[in-house]
């Protein structure tokens, strides 16, 4: 990075296994689908929003034995994103509770929130509003926070996230 240049806020990708966090920065950095295995650990990536603007996005592992992990990436995060499988219902209670878990870390006060509801492309996937409704986000009044449907699969939805993302954090 050459001087005088700002460096590039942290974003953090979070959600349980299988919402498509890695096939999602895999797609946003690359513009190809790729197979993926579950995440162990970390994957991190740069994106430029625009001109002038990169994110440093780390996309963090999910499954169970992961999320205990999470507080480690929380330090010098700009936003968080939060990823849900929206064709995944039964799942909903459990990302309701591992983003309320992740949310009460005082690390992120004031952080602002994109919720990503990935795989929009299958037939059975739920509303924005439901999504909302079953991650509990009116308990969030304080939180600046959106919610946006998007495609990994099909690469819609994702260079608008990162976006809105980067307005957020211009926003604080
Ligand atoms: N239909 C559909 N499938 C998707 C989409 N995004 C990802 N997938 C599939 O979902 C599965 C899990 O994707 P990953 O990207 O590995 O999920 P992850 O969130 O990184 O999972 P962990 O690393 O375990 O936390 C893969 O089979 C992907 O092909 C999407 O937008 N639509
Ligand atoms: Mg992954």
Known sequence: MGQGQTKSPQVILMGLDNSG????????????????????????????????????????GGQKNMIPNWRYYLDDSKALVFMVDSSDPSRMR???KALRKVLSDERLRGVPLMVLANKADQPNAMTIQEISKQLGMSNY??????????SALQGVGLRQAFLSVAKLIKKR
Request: aromatic share 10%.
């Open 94 to 96: 459990e990302a309701q």
């Open 141 to 150: 009044p304080h939180l600046q926070w959106q919610i946006q449907a998007c």
């Open 21 to 60: 966090k890695t096939t999602f920065l895999a797609r946003l950095l690359t513009g190809q689908v790729m197979d993926t295995s579950p995440t162990i650990g970390f994957n991190v990536g740069s994106f430029n929003v625009d001109k002038r603007t990169s994110l440093t996005i780390w996309d963090i």
